[in-house]
């Protein structure tokens, strides 16, 4: 009984980091993604981003489908945001003053069709970290052209203030 108690104490204890997302956050089911342009959770999650101009972005359900060990649900957010000018400046200075030139990989078609055209790219380890605060995993990259960022995150939760 002793370790039927200890191991619901430590599951309880490790659920509000594992779900912080859910399939009510734009996460499907079966895996895929559907586009949604509410920016209500996107501004909930990333404050330094203001009030966005535009977004498009969705919810993925990880191992859906994977029945092997039941638990909380991981869902990745990833979307196209474009900011207003003061957000954007903002974000531009938390990329520091050598981010990469860095093109965006594995994303869901559904999103890599809305990236704007001819974008460059830039990525750096000083945004993820301004952006995550390490409370979740997450890469932010920037289109200055199109004053764009490309979120792709696993369990984004708000910035604790």
Do not use: L, N, Q, Y
């Given at each position: 009984m002793r370790v039927l108690a200890a191991g619901l104490a430590v599951s309880a204890s490790l659920a509000p980091l594992t779900s912080c997302?859910?399939?009510?956050?734009?996460?499907?089911?079966?895996?895929?993604?559907?586009?949604?342009?509410?920016?209500?959770?996107?501004?909930?999650?990333?404050?330094?981003?203001?009030?966005?101009e535009r977004t498009h972005w969705c919810g993925v359900v990880l191992n859906a489908g994977d029945e092997r060990v039941p638990g909380p649900t991981d869902v990745r957010l990833v979307g196209v945001v474009r900011l207003a000018p003061a957000a954007f400046a903002r974000v531009v200075g938390d990329l520091g003053e050598n981010p990469v030139a860095e093109a965006p990989r594995g994303l869901p078609d559904e999103i890599a069709h809305l990236l704007?055209?001819?974008a460059r790219w830039r990525h750096s380890d000083r945004l993820d970290r301004a952006v995550t605060q390490g409370r979740y995993t997450g890469s932010f990259h920037v289109d200055t052209a199109h004053r764009t960022v490309l979120v792709d995150c696993v369990d984004p939760v708000p910035p604790k203030h």
């Open positions: 997302a859910s399939p009510g956050d734009g996460g499907d089911e079966r895996g895929r993604c559907s586009v949604r342009t509410d920016p209500a959770p996107i501004e909930k999650r990333f404050p330094v981003f203001g009030t966005p704007p055209g001819e």
